[in-house]
């Protein structure tokens, strides 16, 4: 670990060294490149100098003062007793990491002497914020792992993404304590965080007091067809009328404008895909894309078994691999939407109604916003001209629509696969 963690971490008592971090702690330290769950580089350049000051005190970040403030009397005056004396050199930086721009501070223990701010400058100071950055975000496969020191690299690059949470009532079996609570649960994590949000229902599994939950905390739902049926394995006719059965049941409660297809598959040729899609629009609703596909509906399935086998410690691990990887899935498609579009497109994030995001969706929302994220509903975000595009997806797997509009990405990067090898290979499933 380099020297300057080491001189946070010496400012912390043993035991708040020793819990567990808001984010991605795993069970073993990996160097780069040094094993498969590792990601093959880690690039981080630094850009710039945005201030470069001596200061006299402790190392200090917006991240850190919120980890102190919930910090008990005995650590708050462990912290104290470090806080008099030092002088520190801050160069605070603006870098490149993975393809993002972000502020990041570089804090120098100067002991008792201003040295000139212009080291910020020097290739010896670079080299001491790229390692530190490597150290921090245990070699970029969790960029905000420093955070809890005061080490975050802070976003300059903010997105926008919706929400969406598909298989209501419930997706990968039902919760032990029933799907009502888990559902409070759930909702309480978007309503606390004024995140909007959007539901997806089979309406043929029922349970229609869950829907009235959803509606009742003023979140909006949309049509997942009436038995999540997959397009390309059933006639076109029984599943157009598994939409439309779905429909007429959730109209009785609320306008119906949004549809999702099951497993994201909209039609293995053409002529299905295209004579599917005027169907729904003839409905009147508006196709609800993804952009963000991600693994987390297995995770959420091996989450719940971990719970049922009473394996604690496991379902925490895949809790924290949760959040890392819908972080991951969305950096992916953040990059692939810049690539083909030259900006920063609005972005659909699917998720589902599991007992993964009842316990740990607070936690995914707050590391999102961490690393830019703005929540915004869903009716904007497709307004982004880019789910206008035409579609030339013809296929049997359900992927991103980013993947729909230029499918040359799916089959270049294949990023989709090689994330959940690393997950398989470290949980299995
Ligand atoms: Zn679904």
Not at 22 to 36: H, M, T, Y
């Given at each position: 670990m380099h020297r300057w963690l080491l001189l946070a971490l010496a400012g912390c008592s043993p035991s708040l060294a020793e819990q567990p971090l808001?984010?991605?702690?795993?069970?073993?330290?990996?160097?780069?490149?040094?094993?498969?769950t590792a990601p093959p580089t880690c690039a981080i350049q630094v850009q710039g100098t945005l201030e470069a000051a001596n200061y006299r005190g402790q190392p200090s970040s917006p991240s850190l003062e919120d980890t102190r403030a919930a910090w008990t009397a005995e650590e708050q005056g462990f912290a104290m007793a470090e806080d008099h004396g030092s002088t520190f050199l801050r160069c605070r930086y603006k870098v490149q990491v993975e393809g993002f721009s972000w502020r990041y501070d570089l804090t120098k223990d100067t002991t008792f002497e201003d040295v000139d701010p212009a080291w910020c400058e020097t290739q010896a100071a670079h080299a001491e914020a790229v390692d530190q950055i490597v150290s921090s975000t245990r070699g970029c496969r969790d960029l905000h792992h420093g955070a809890y020191w005061g080490?975050?690299?802070?976003?300059l690059e903010r997105f926008r993404v919706a929400v969406t949470l598909d298989d209501i009532p419930w997706n990968a079996g039902p919760p032990a304590e029933g799907a009502a609570k888990a559902t409070d649960r759930l909702l309480a994590a978007m309503t606390e965080r004024r995140v909007p949000a959007t539901g997806f229902v089979n309406c043929g599994r029922g349970e229609e007091a869950i829907w009235q939950q959803w509606r009742a905390a003023g979140f909006e739902l949309g049509n997942h067809q009436a038995d999540h049926d997959n397009l390309n394995k059933t006639p076109q006719e029984r599943w157009l009328a598994g939409v439309q059965s779905c429909n007429e049941a959730l109209a009785k409660g609320a306008p119906v404008r949004f549809f999702r297809y099951p497993y994201l598959r909209n039609g293995d040729s053409e002529a299905l895909r295209d004579t599917t899609r005027a169907a729904l629009l003839g409905m009147g609703l508006t196709i609800a894309r993804v952009s963000v596909d991600n693994h987390e509906w297995k995770l959420a399935d091996l989450y719940?078994?971990?719970?049922?086998?009473?394996?604690?410690?496991?379902?925490e691990d895949i809790a924290r691999a949760y959040a890392l990887h819908v972080l991951d899935a969305t950096r992916h498609f953040r990059r692939l939407g810049r690539a083909q579009e030259g900006r920063e497109i609005d972005h659909v994030l699917l998720l589902h109604a599991n007992t993964l995001a009842a316990d740990h969706l607070g936690w995914l929302l707050d590391a999102l916003r961490a690393d830019g994220a703005d929540f915004i509903p869903l009716e904007q975000a497709l307004k982004d001209p880019i789910y206008a595009k035409p579609d030339r997806f013809v296929g049997t797997g359900g992927v991103s629509w980013l993947y729909h509009t230029d499918p040359s990405g799916f089959h270049a990067d294949n990023w989709d696969d090689a994330a959940w090898a690393r997950l398989a290979a470290r949980f299995g499933g």
């Open positions: 808001p984010l991605g702690v795993e069970d073993v330290v990996v160097g780069l490149g040094g094993s498969a080490f975050d690299l802070v976003p719940a078994k971990a719970l049922a086998a009473g394996d604690a410690d496991r379902a």
